[in-house]
């Protein structure tokens, strides 16, 4: 994170790039790419479903992406074999692949469980922690790996030495052995400060910087729920609104792993941010799915109740 102020100023109306600062920050990648795979897992992760292109990029029009751009990413995603490229008489419909599915609905099962309070959650956890060593010369390699641990929500204690609060082993063995890493080890382990400056668990994390994040986003979203409340907004609005806080959102837990509240200050945000969370994803569904089966009806009427808003179980309930 950088140094810049990007907290959102107070005011009655939420801006037209809500949540966008936060969004660069935890985001990689382009917001184009970010913005069309989010609402294709969005609306369109059942097996089967499958979205036209011209309602794409209707939509994506939505996010100030121009018709070129959006149809420039769409080529890209298929190139990357993120989604499928379908054709039907003179449509073009597109589908996410089987392997983009997988993850993108591991993503939303992270999503729809971080920050519910759980049993046992104020008590200090036994740590997952990795250890490895990598060659120079395999500088490709120890990226990705690191890369890959952060998205885990594992974080560097000490060089070499990464840990998670979460039990994410199996998920750790299949990396290590993705990536054909030589030396590493998994292991569990009760984790105690001993230095004077340094040492507890927590002390991987950048605990300042976390709630930083946290007081942001719940600012960004006050005026965002006021308006939610009173019923004065779009429906392109609403899609827009609950795309921003699923691009910010999922992307939480790599920050914040669910680091145990025993050890952390007692006024942290993190269950006030996920209230937020869940009454903006759930109350904005009806309204931004309306937004989406309408751009599909103008391309494809009989394709639009494909297209479904899930809830936080998971299940498309609209």
Known sequence: MTGADLSPQPHDDPPVDFLEGLRAVVADGPRSRQMLLTMLA?????????????????LAAEFGISQSGARTMLTRLARDERVTVLKEGRRTLYQLTPWMRRRLGTGLERMRTFGRHRTGADRPPRWLCVAFSIPEDQRAVRHKLRTGLQWLGFAPWYDGLWISPEPETAAVQALLSRLEVGSASVFEADLKAAGQAYGAPTD???????????DDFLLACEPVLVRLRSGRFSEAEALVWRTQLVNVWRLVPTLDPGLPLALLPSDWPRERARASFEELYGGLAAPALARIRTA???????????????????GATL
Do not use: F, N
């Open 42 to 58: 969005d609306y369109w992760l059942e097996p089967g479903a499958r979205a036209p292109s011209g309602a794409l990029v209707d």
């Open 204 to 214: 991987a994390w950048d605990l300042t910087a976390i709630r930083s994040l946290y």
């Open 296 to 314: 599909v009806r103008r391309h494809a009427p009989d394709y639009a109740s494909l297209a479904e808003a899930h809830d936080l179980g998971l």
